[in-house]
């Protein structure tokens, strides 16, 4: 793999609206319609514009939920200035050696956690030590951090034997993420029995919704004195959990049985909360067991909340597709009552409680009388976080779903590099879906994954058993002893399973390397047999910033690349095609891109390994090569080629 070691910066000054039409021509939203979630993130930027920390003022968990809205936004459309404003609104608060300012461990304070995926986001991207270094400080609290007699963590220290529904989004999800990252593989059981044990205890089994919180003890004044529960069910308390869920499953290995319970309970929460979805409005209540109270009110940040959980759900396979209508109503009653302009032409966010809780000084007995008495405040960082994260879920993302019940592979036999070691931790590196950092194809697989897809990753030789388990099977850069010291070529049987496979409707990706770089001797055994040869000719060598050099321009009716008009690649190894495969995207007559029929199935092929993270996830190369849009299309056209319809 060749890998470029001048770096382009775009700073968060960068203009939003510069890239909203690159992200609106791929998520399906109408061009030329106001893109409200982008203007609300350049709102955040234009208000803060050193970073996030400036609002406020101290480790706060709030800040978090709005770097998880920029980091959603920055995944859907490829701009950096979101991933760039992250960056900077955590590093004002971690220096060199991971220490974070203002933390304190020994306050068990579950809010304190949240901010811990930011931190691992940061350390997955730049591989940086100090962010690992900071979320193990995290981590370490976790550790010690005080439980409920059958496990559950304590809210906070002042807070003894309670959990908040509000908790197990502030530390579930980071737990996860930390255990895939670090292989703490009995963790996940942990965080199971955490979600379920909440689920016992909080449900309200005449509705199925969860009451906000519950003491173990009982000891406390507003703790049912026989369940220990809070006496009413609040709107974001549901919005925080549903969240925790999805995002949690986010990191849960495949076979492991938490997966399939978290799922269920998801799948409940989700069945309760639309049945309380007011039905002119799409909206949800405050305190949503008391809907026909006079001074009740709809509130914003639970709304987007639910929404997120609900866009999220579906599009990851975790709900039915039917709860897309749902998101769908919700998400324009948020726009309708809560989103508009300032007077200063920047967008706003209305009808956010500023905060609701149980017990402390003064005390908080959880009546409806003291939910209405919080005050309801514009741009509070919970509902922009949480309006950011609904946003690019519903006009960012696309809005259709191709990817529904199939499954897209990437192969680790071929292309099976030495795991990498980074501040002594082992991982597969060079295009793998984890992979977060210039060499991986997270951002590729994220796109996958917004079309409704499954990711799987085959680390054994292709076999007709094992492909049909895949719809699009991608293999990328085969290894030649450069470098595998042990090199699984491309063999006779391999071609004939593959070809089998594609034959039956399968749709195979090849995307290989110039010459230097990959194994383009054995690799041809396969692509020759659907007329495509990767040769020996190169083009696009490119010199440091000289971008111009690797610039692809794509003319207009392309049947795979519709809206975009120029892509990056570099050092290319030019396609010769033959019957069945005709070229896609030439250059200058040489063949940069070309696909194939062959039986039922469909090949693209392409020179270059183009959709790895350094070209696709816009941190690096300029705005005008289109890569990120062009692996929407890719994506897309792929998955509409599988037998499954």
Same mark, same amino acid.
């Given at each position: 793999?060749?890998?470029?070691? !001048?770096?382009? *910066?775009?700073?968060?000054? *960068? /203009? ?34 050193? /970073? ?170 507003? +703790? ?47 069945? &309760?909360?639309?049945? !309380?979805?007011?039905?002119? @409005? ?42 897309? @209508? ?63 994260? &609904? ?123 110039? /010459? ?12 020759? @047999? ?72 469909? *090949?693209?092929? *392409? ?22 849009? &062009?692996?929407?299309?890719? +994506? ?10």
């Amino acid at each position: 793999m060749k890998i470029s070691h !001048v770096l382009f *910066v775009i700073s968060s000054a *960068v /203009s939003i609206n510069a890239f909203a039409q690159q992200g609106t021509a791929v998520s399906g939203i109408v061009p030329g319609k106001e893109n409200w979630s982008q203007g609300m993130a350049a709102s955040v930027m234009s208000w803060w514009n050193d /970073s996030a920390a400036k609002k406020p003022g101290k480790w706060s968990y709030d800040m978090g939920v709005v770097l998880k809205g920029m980091e959603s936004l920055w995944k859907a459309t490829g701009n950096p200035a979101y991933f760039n404003y992250i960056q900077k609104s955590i590093d004002a608060w971690v220096d060199e050696d991971g220490n974070i300012r203002g933390y304190e461990p020994h306050e068990y304070n579950i809010d304190h956690v949240n901010n811990g995926k930011q931190l691992l986001l940061l350390y997955r991207v730049t591989e940086k030590a100090k962010y690992k270094r900071a979320a193990e400080h995290l981590r370490a609290q976790l550790q010690t951090h005080p439980r409920t007699n059958e496990g559950s963590f304590w809210h906070k220290k002042v807070y003894p034997w309670q959990v908040w529904l509000d908790g197990l989004y502030m530390g579930q999800p980071f737990y996860a993420e930390y255990a895939m990252l670090f292989g703490e593989d009995t963790v996940f059981n942990d965080i199971t029995r955490q979600f379920a044990a909440i689920e016992r205890h909080a449900r309200d089994p005449k509705t199925g919704l969860l009451y906000h919180g519950w003491d173990e003890s009982k000891e406390q004044k507003w +703790a049912n004195k026989e369940t220990g529960l809070s006496p009413h069910i609040w709107a974001r308390a549901l919005g925080w959990y549903g969240m925790a869920m999805v995002d949690a499953l986010d990191y849960f290995p495949a076979s492991h049985p938490g997966r399939d319970t978290i799922i269920g309970i998801l799948n409940r929460f989700t069945k &309760a909360i639309t049945k !309380v979805q007011d039905a002119k @409005t799409g909206l949800w209540y405050d305190v949503i067991d008391m809907p026909n109270e006079p001074k009740n009110y709809f509130e914003a940040s639970a709304s987007a909340m639910l929404v997120y959980t609900m866009a999220k759900g579906v599009r990851k396979g975790y709900l039915p597709a039917t709860y897309w @209508t749902n998101a769908q109503k919700g998400y324009a009653g948020i726009l309708k009552r809560f989103v508009d302009k300032n007077a200063d032409g920047q967008v706003q966010l209305k009808g956010t409680v500023k905060v609701s809780g149980l017990g402390g000084k003064p005390y908080r007995d959880g009546s409806f009388a003291y939910y209405m008495s919080e005050p309801v405040i514009v741009n509070d960082w919970k509902g922009v976080g949480a309006y950011l994260l &609904a946003g690019a879920e519903m006009e960012n993302y696309p809005s259709v779903f191709p990817g529904k019940g199939k499954t897209v592979t990437v192969d680790y036999y071929f292309n099976h590099e030495d795991k990498k070691e980074l501040n002594g931790f082992k991982y597969p590196t060079h295009y793998t879906w984890n992979e977060m950092s210039y060499n991986g194809f997270s951002y590729l697989g994220d796109i996958f994954s917004s079309y409704g897809a499954k990711l799987s990753t085959l680390e054994e030789a292709p076999t007709a058993a094992n492909l049909a388990k895949s719809d699009v099977y991608i293999v990328v850069d085969p290894d030649g002893l450069k470098d595998n010291r042990n090199p699984n070529y491309v063999q006779e049987a391999h071609v004939k399973a593959i070809a089998g496979w594609v034959k039956k409707g399968g749709v195979l990706v090849l995307m290989a390397n110039d /010459s230097l770089n990959c194994d383009l001797l054995h690799f041809n055994k396969l692509a020759n @047999t659907f007329g495509i040869n990767f040769s020996n000719r190169g083009r696009n060598f490119v010199k440091g910033n000289q971008y111009e050099t690797g610039a692809v321009p794509i003319p207009a009716g392309n049947e795979v690349f519709k809206q975009t008009k120029k892509a990056y690649l570099k050092e290319i190894s030019i396609i010769e095609a033959k019957a069945p495969a005709k070229p896609l995207v030439k250059v200058e007559n040489d063949i940069i891109m070309a696909v194939a029929k062959y039986g039922k199935g469909t *090949v693209f092929a *392409v020179g270059d390994p183009w959709l790895y993270n350094e070209y696709t996830d816009g941190r690096k190369i300029p705005a005008e090569y289109e890569n990120a849009k &062009a692996a929407y299309e890719l +994506a897309k056209w792929l998955l509409l080629q599988t037998s499954k319809k």
